[in-house]
């Protein structure tokens, strides 16, 4: 053919097999190996990712482990040290729970010293947080002398503690308590000192450091809490929050309270109560000021305080008591703290009774004199100075309690 040279004539001659219906063409070598590296790089990817997980989760328990131990040597330091009955380690892949069962504390730094016990607490640390300690206590928590039954045993639904920071330097603390009930001794004659709904504390560093004049914002909370058997005040539920500013402690290393307020009486410290609100289906008092510590170990200071109800305060106060102990005075009576007044009742039934009523009255028409008219939620009220001297505190002129030295 014109125009084909003998070379491509020769090529054309040849015959090629006939194609196998149905049959596949073949694959180049590097087709098959993407396609297989395509199965393998996920599995290579998820098993180093796995392997890393495992060695950042050992690692964050080792952190975590070394964190609670430090935490148990700094208590130990402060004369608490915790035991328990057995230890376990758990909570992979995501987690690090150290549980502990049969909970134990001896506490020395107390006069006289006191166990207590729980039924167990678990630990647990996030893998990317490790140095922030979350506890979980099961109660009941009994409190008792060495070697006595329980002086106090205390219930709860949930009780959580929280601890931030590299021991023995904390940043943070908080406890969290839902429906505590505090019992004075333990079965069927056990006395209510302390019952609520919910219970929060959380104290944090604002300024300085754990280990240089740090200055701490302690926030308090309460819900529907009383203490029937305290005082008569506390008797019927309130709702408390109070914010609390400490400044004057040298740094926060173990030591007993009593050497954390001689520091802040030595360096011109004060307790500074920023807000403080505490509300009665009756009443509601709120405040604020600034406290000090003398030489004496005594609270000194003055807090500006609102109060709304004062009628319904004032009789719960103990006037009647003051009124029995003047007459118990005049009469050379002896017997219980106010006495005196119940016996006016011999001379005519029902005396006691309307001396008490007009003193509460008295009291709480002097007291509105003394003070300046204002409202709190709307609603009138009463400011007054809350004055506390050498540990006496007064409302006004009128003395309703004393605080115990602090060391």
């Keep these: 053919m014109a125009g084909q040279s003998p070379l491509s004539i020769m090529e054309a001659g040849r015959q090629r097999p006939p194609k196998r219906p149905g049959s596949a063409a073949p694959v180049a070598p590097s087709r098959r190996r993407r396609g297989l590296w395509r199965i393998i790089a996920p599995i290579a990817v998820a098993v180093v990712l796995a392997a890393g997980w495992c060695g950042l989760w050992y690692y964050s328990a080792s952190v975590a482990g070394h964190t609670l131990s430090g935490w148990m040597a700094r208590e130990a330091a402060a004369g608490r040290d915790y035991t328990c009955g057995s230890e376990g380690i758990s909570g992979f892949p995501f987690r690090i729970q150290v549980h502990c069962t049969q909970a134990s504390a001896t506490v020395n730094s107390f006069q006289p010293p006191f166990a207590a016990a729980a039924q167990d607490i678990t630990f647990t640390a996030q893998v990317y947080q490790p140095t922030v300690l979350t506890g979980?206590?099961?109660?009941?928590?009994?409190?008792?002398?060495?070697?006595?039954?329980?002086s106090f045993v205390a219930t709860w639904s949930l009780a959580r503690i929280s601890v931030s920071g590299l021991p023995p330097d904390p940043d943070?603390?908080?406890?969290?308590?839902?429906?505590?009930?505090?019992?004075?001794?333990?079965g069927a004659g056990a006395a209510t000192l302390f019952a609520a709904d919910d219970a929060a504390f959380t104290a944090r560093i604002v300024a300085g450091s754990a280990a240089n004049q740090p200055v701490i914002d302690a926030v308090f909370h309460l819900a529907s809490a009383k203490a029937p058997t305290v005082q008569p005040l506390l008797a019927d539920p309130l709702q408390g929050d109070m914010e609390v500013v400490l400044r004057g402690f040298k740094d926060l290393s173990p030591k007993p309270l009593a050497a954390r307020f001689r520091e802040m009486q030595a360096s011109g410290g004060s307790i500074e109560i920023?807000?403080?609100?505490?509300?009665?289906a009756d009443a509601i008092v709120t405040g604020s000021g600034t406290l000090t510590v003398n030489a004496d170990g005594k609270l000194d200071g003055l807090v500006n305080v609102a109060v709304s109800g004062l009628e319904n305060i004032v009789p719960q106060l103990g006037i009647d008591q003051l009124i029995g102990q003047g007459i118990d005075k005049l009469t050379g009576t002896h017997g219980p703290p106010g006495q005196g007044l119940s016996t006016l009742d011999s001379f005519l039934p029902g005396l006691s009774g309307v001396v008490r009523d007009s003193a509460n009255a008295s009291v709480v028409d002097d007291l509105k004199k003394m003070g300046q008219p204002t409202q709190i939620d709307n609603k009138p009220a009463t400011a007054l100075p809350l004055r506390v001297s050498d540990?006496?505190?007064?409302?006004g002129m009128l003395r309703i309690g004393e605080i115990p030295p602090l060391f």
């Design 172 to 186: 943070a603390v908080s406890f969290t308590i839902e429906q505590p009930h505090l019992d004075h001794g333990s």
């Design 274 to 280: 920023k807000s403080l609100r505490i509300e009665r």
């Design 136 to 150: 979980d206590i099961t109660g009941p928590l009994t409190v008792a002398a060495p070697g006595q039954p329980p």
């Design 391 to 395: 540990g006496a505190v007064y409302l």
